[in-house]
Nanobody, 121 residues
Framework: QVQLVESGGGLVQPGGSLRLSCAASGSIFRRNDGDWYRQAPGKQRELVAT???????TYTDSVKGRVTISKDNAKNTMYLQLSDLKYEDTAVYYCHAATKPCIECRTIDHWGQGTQVTVRS
């Protein structure tokens, strides 16, 4: 069973930076796309960034230019570098990957437990 474990969250001042990590129990990011989502208090979970198995990246408009998603296939780890953090970036950040064991199989969503990022002066 795939396990995803996030780390790296914390309290940071506006304008600060954090690097989040998502360690997988297997080589899930080598063969599948990986995503970072976030959920702020009272809001729905939203997609922040995606990295494909081939390494292509996409970002939601609100974080473009401030956030970088990356991965290290050898370490089975995905990262999210957060820079120039704003109050509205405060949220629980989750890593996600979807796998499909066979062509006829249903997609299985894998989520980490989340890591809290709080931006406060």
């Amino acid at each position: 069973q795939v396990q995803l474990v996030e780390s790296g969250g914390g309290l940071v001042q506006p304008g600060g930076s954090l690097r989040l990590s998502c360690a997988a129990s297997g080589s899930i990011f080598r063969r599948n796309d990986g995503d970072w989502y976030r959920q702020a208090p009272g809001k729905q979970r939203e997609l922040v960034a995606t990295i494909t198995s081939g390494g292509s990246t996409t970002y939601t408009d609100s974080v473009k230019g401030r956030v970088t998603i990356s991965k290290d296939n050898a370490k089975n780890t995905m990262y999210l570098q957060l820079s120039d953090l704003k109050y509205e970036d405060t949220a629980v950040y989750y890593c996600h990957a979807a796998t499909k064991p066979c062509i006829e199989c249903r997609t299985i969503d894998h989520w980490g437990q989340g890591t809290q990022v709080t931006v406060r002066s």
